[in-house]
């Protein structure tokens, strides 16, 4: 549940703000780089394998090789110097992710490919991602963490030797093994911890923003140097912030604030105005070039639109899903398959008004040449549920022709048993 | 809990590696007959440093180091017994079937740490050691002949110099800190049919370091102690 309701969440986390222009001397780690042994980076290597390794024999793993193909040719134009050692996992996941791991491997989610509006938007985060990389981020994040976890814990002591004093009979309480018994040395000691805590977690989020503006700046720089348009990359934020907006859930909706917690004003909105200020003088794309991005983009992922949409919404966050189908709408293709999965989030959603928006989704689905079969079923069961027999019979006649071999005949030949008697 | 009781106490007094294994009934399994072949997955080791503030930082040449020393200190141990175990490397072989019997055993194993050698018992496995991997496991044999697989699994930390003298400060105050310790597990599957016939868990003792050759050997012979084989 958790997992679902912040996976959108988790997106803003990932990426913090665009604050400050990268340095000139800005260093990128050199091609094929192996870490010494024994070195903190070989041990983050080495668990990077292993989770490789698990990735790799995932269900979650996509196997279509020309998505694939697609997908590491993207990267290797915007990385020609890592092409050779990074290796690209797409994985069949409804939330917008990528991530590349220290040792070279990278995990594309298919969350971030449905939410891409264009090439542009998608090789923005893949650029991002691909700058986490180059500059050594995680390694750089261990460094910080060591260190702010070290000065935590010194504070923590000192903190409990005042505590202690005063309270040494909880303190002795002689259970070596329970590492949090601190948590027991009354109300003022624990106080003061927490507060230790929120400091060194404060500067956790300060330091981790340094690095995810420093690779929302050089992925928009490297996109944009291969081709790619720079407003792309405000864009897929702005989109992904209304669609957090969308949820039906006040916790997510919150969240776009919550990650702000040690910060003035919208993190969002420093982002989005960050990208905004350098993508600066280059014009915007003209309709018609904006719609020709859009329109071979879905090309692309058109063969995977209606798992990924039925993945969506399993993630049983129908708000944002509703508008998520509106943004795919918009670009005025797939209309049948996406008024149908519109009707499926209506009918999952089932609130007042829902059924009846449900119907007319599926009435509307089937008005165009890309319907799937399914939208005739879901139509009869709409109909029928309406009281509309005649069309619930003529829909679910319909879908036994279009969908011949379905393993549910038996049960709408039934159906249409019980309406035709009753109707009759 | 009682092994860490009792390791304690054991670290405190002597110094010693403990264990303590577990053993399915006999009716759930066939005997190890003597000379039968079996195969020794290369161990996974899976070590790191306990920094001062108690974060782990993995170390790839600790867990290198010991994967190796631990097959040679466990093949020399089980040369001493009556059954020639050959070393086989499956770690090239995780995607497919192989790899999901692989997975499925990696899983139980975790499970049977949780509910054997944990606080809590499983309702279900109450009366005894009755663990399975299923009949896939025949899938390990390949054309080796071999009737058994032992696995063996080692996870720990060290302390940092840091940390050692944190504990130091600590103890004068009374804060307690935990430090690093190191289990290895080895459990030996019946090829033919998965059951788990024999599973033991050891505590290291700190003179059995498993990043030397030596101490892997210790080590190995402790756990192998009591084992049907
Ligand atoms: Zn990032």
Redo the contacts with the bound molecule.
């Keep these: 549940m958790i997992r679902t309701v912040s996976a959108l969440a988790l997106a803003f986390c ?2 913090g703000s665009a604050l400050a222009a990268p340095a000139a001397d800005t260093v990128m780690r050199s091609a094929n780089l192996r870490p010494a042994s024994g070195s903190p980076e070989a041990g983050l290597w080495q668990a990077s394998d292993e989770a490789e390794t698990y990735a790799r024999q995932s269900a979650d793993l996509d196997s279509d090789p020309v998505l694939g193909a697609y997908v590491r040719n993207l990267i290797c134009k915007l990385a020609p110097e890592y092409c050779g050692e990074l290796r690209i996992l797409v994985m069949t996941r409804p939330v917008l992710n990528a991530t590349a791991a220290p040792n070279g491997y990278v995990e594309v989610y298919s969350g971030l490919m449905l939410r891409s509006r264009t090439e542009s938007e998608l090789a923005y985060v893949l650029g ?1 991602e691909i700058s ?1 990389f180059a500059r050594n981020h995680a390694l750089a994040q261990w460094q910080r963490n060591k260190t702010r976890g070290n000065v935590t814990l010194a504070i923590q002591v000192g903190v409990s030797v005042v505590a202690i004093a005063a309270m040494a009979s909880v303190a002795n309480s002689g259970d070596f093994y329970a590492p949090n018994k601190i948590d027991y040395i009354g109300d003022a000691a624990q106080t003061l911890s927490d507060l230790a805590y929120i400091h060194g977690l404060a500067t956790y989020f300060a330091y981790s923003r340094e690095d ?1 503006s420093e ?1 929302d700046r050089l992925g928009q720089i490297r996109a944009h140097g291969v081709g790619y348009d720079p407003w792309a990359a405000p864009a897929i934020w702005q989109s992904v912030g209304a669609e957090v907006r969308a949820s039906e859930y006040p916790e997510v909706r919150k969240s776009l604030a919550r990650a702000t917690i040690f910060d003035t004003h919208p993190l969002t909105e420093d982002r989005i105005e960050a990208l905004k200020r350098a993508a600066g003088s280059t014009p915007h794309q003209t309709a018609e070039e904006s719609r020709a991005e859009e329109q071979a983009y879905r090309a692309i992922i058109r063969p995977h639109l209606a798992v990924w949409l039925r993945d969506d919404l399993r993630r049983r966050d129908l708000g944002q899903s509703l508008h998520l189908i509106s943004r795919l709408e918009a670009v005025g293709e797939d209309l049948g398959l996406l008024a149908y999965y519109r009707g499926e989030a209506y009918r999952q959603r089932h609130r007042d008004g829902d059924l009846s928006s449900a119907l007319a989704a599926y009435r509307l689905s089937i008005t165009h040449a890309d319907a799937p079969a399914e939208a005739w079923r879901e139509l009869g069961e709409a109909e029928s549920r309406a009281g509309n027999a005649p069309a619930a019979i003529r829909a679910l006649e319909t879908y036994l022709t279009r969908a011949p071999g379905s393993e549910d005949r038996w049960l709408i030949e039934s159906e249409l048993e019980t309406l035709k008697a009753s109707h009759s | 809990m009682r092994i860490w009781l009792l390791a304690l106490c054991c670290l405190v007094l002597a110094g010693c590696t403990t264990s303590r294994a577990r053993v399915a009934a006999p009716e759930l399994t066939t005997p190890v007959t003597a000379g039968s072949a079996g195969l020794l997955v290369k161990p996974v080791a899976r070590l790191a440093l306990l920094t001062v503030a108690g974060l782990t930082e993995r170390r790839d040449d600790w867990s290198r180091d010991a994967a190796t020393h631990l097959a040679a200190g466990f093949q020399a141990e089980l040369a001493k017994r009556d059954h020639p175990f050959n070393l086989v490397d499956l770690s090239g072989q995780m995607e497919g079937r192989t790899g999901q019997v692989l997975r499925l055993n990696e899983a139980v194993g975790d499970t049977i740490q949780t509910y054997e050698f944990g606080a809590q018992r499983l309702p279900t496995k109450a009366k005894g050691f009755d663990w399975t991997l299923g009949e896939g496991t025949r899938l390990l044999r390949g054309d080796s002949g071999a009737d058994h697989a032992l696995f063996v699994t080692a996870r720990g930390t060290w302390s940092s110099p840091g940390r050692k003298v944190l504990l130091v400060g600590a103890a004068i105050i009374g804060t307690p800190i935990p430090m690093g310790s190191q289990t290895l597990s080895a459990s030996l599957v019946d090829l033919r049919t998965g059951r788990v016939i024999w599973y033991n868990q050891a505590l290291a003792g700190p003179a059995d370091d498993m990043r030397t050759p030596e101490g892997a050997q210790a080590l190995a012979a402790s756990v192998l102690k009591g084992a049907p084989l």
């Design positions: 990932l990426w991002h986490h995810e690779a």
